[in-house]
């Protein structure tokens, strides 16, 4: 149980130095004067935010930014708020959000300083360890022997630049292969044009849990970085920020929080109806219990 104190640190996060919701002119008045709120959202973001087909999504990240966006329906007082899905890429998520096309994130986006000179993110609610993931069957056990091999990684994130960076890849020389999205990135994996496909722990899992034959793939190797992924939202925009981050208070409070993370990690999911299998890790849990809005460089922190 989270202690009633790490509740209020919660609430107390999201209500510092914030205007009136009546002094507001950014997403909050944008949704209520239109009826609507545009989530972006991620078609193979492991069981954060994924496809189920005939333009309906799904996932951890996904079905807290529908719960926040009820309780942003009852703040304002709205009969009806039309909810509208934009799938998103690593590559365009954050103009999208720059050029209020989506008015929240609900993806696999790493919050880091450089992004958040950009944009703003709600409280962390899952850290992420970046990983490999190869064929069961190729002898591959560690970042050294990805020298001469083709490693996959999604165009327009940060993971390859880890491993580059990681100690352990000192002198080795490896080409990347890059996948327009997580599903492509995996395809390649799959396909034999990649020997290994460096991601988010969870997206890795999910893609594996969702392929024709899981027991053909397995996650190997050092930990290349732990990452803070948040729900992304739009920059100098305060009241809204809060109004997240006090729907995300709430369900760490109810416990909701853990139950629906058990719900897409755990228990069988659309639309294979396949167990991810991925429990909460220690890290994940401290960010519920411990609120807060810190860049990725603050975890590699010593």
Not at 37 to 57: I, P
Not at 69 to 85: F, H
Not at 258 to 272: G, N
């Amino acid at each position: 149980m989270i202690r009633r104190a790490t509740v209020v640190a919660f609430i107390a996060l999201t209500t510092l130095s914030l205007p009136a919701l009546a002094q507001d002119a950014g997403t909050l008045k944008k949704i209520k004067d239109s009826g609507a709120a545009t989530m972006g959202v991620r078609e193979s973001s492991g069981g954060l935010s994924f496809t189920v087909g005939d333009g309906k999504f799904a996932g951890f990240h996904v079905e807290l930014c529908q719960r926040a966006l009820a309780d942003v329906q009852k703040q304002l007082g709205m009969a009806r708020l039309e909810i509208k899905y934009q799938p998103v890429t690593s590559q365009n998520r954050i103009p999208l959000m720059q050029n209020g096309t989506i008015d929240i994130e609900c993806g696999s986006t790493t919050n880091n300083a450089a992004r958040q000179k950009d944009v703003s993110f709600a409280a962390t609610t899952f850290v992420e360890e970046v990983r490999i993931a190869v064929k069961a069957n190729s002898g591959i056990t560690t970042i050294g022997q990805l020298n001469g091999k083709n490693v996959a990684t999604t165009t327009g994130t940060t993971s390859v630049q880890h491993l580059r960076k990681h100690e352990r890849a000192t002198g080795v020389d490896f080409k990347e292969v890059f996948g327009k999205d997580h599903a492509d990135s995996f395809l390649l994996l799959e396909s034999g044009r990649a020997d290994a496909f460096v991601m988010d722990g969870q997206i890795l899992a999910g893609n594996i849990a969702k392929s024709k034959n899981p027991a053909d793939f397995k996650i190997v190797g050092e930990v290349l970085s732990v990452e803070p992924i948040s729900i992304m939202l739009r920059k100098d925009d305060p009241a809204f920020k809060k109004a997240v981050d006090s729907s995300l208070a709430a369900m760490v409070k109810s416990g909701e929080m853990a139950r629906i993370y058990d719900k897409w990690f755990m228990q069988p999911i659309p639309p294979t109806n396949t167990r991810i299998g991925l429990p909460a890790s220690d890290a994940t849990k401290a960010a519920w219990a411990n609120p807060n809005d810190k860049p990725m460089e603050d975890y590699a922190k010593k």
